[in-house]
């Protein structure tokens, strides 16, 4: 268990930084093979890797992401359908990770 301090995820990559690569993995590993794994991936390695996590309080998660990133990565995938709906559940399983991670629920 790793005890969550809100103040000390200003810091994140300081003080949490291998609980969010489990969170970034875990997702990833939850979604591989369930989608098309070039798009899971240049998610993975072009989105998210500048992504920003953001603790909203009451034990919630966001993820931000880089817009002009995103819209580069989905038009170079060609389906940006699926690319987008890979996208919101990656960011869904990260949060909802981090969550897990953290022990609030």
């Excluded at 005890?3 to 810091?11: A, I, L, M, V, Y």
């Amino acid at each position: 268990m790793t005890e969550f301090d809100p103040e000390k995820f200003d810091e994140k990559y300081v003080h949490y930084f291998e609980e969010l690569e489990t969170a970034y993995s875990n997702a990833y590993n939850q979604l591989h093979g369930r989608y098309d794994s070039e798009i899971l991936r240049a998610i993975d390695r072009k989105v998210l890797s500048e992504s920003e996590p953001v603790y909203l309080g009451e034990e919630e998660f966001r993820i931000d992401l880089p817009e002009e990133r995103v819209e580069t990565v989905r038009a170079a995938v060609g389906d940006p359908e699926q690319f987008d709906t890979v996208l919101e559940e990656f960011r869904e399983r990260i949060a909802n990770e981090l969550v897990r991670i953290f022990e609030f629920d």
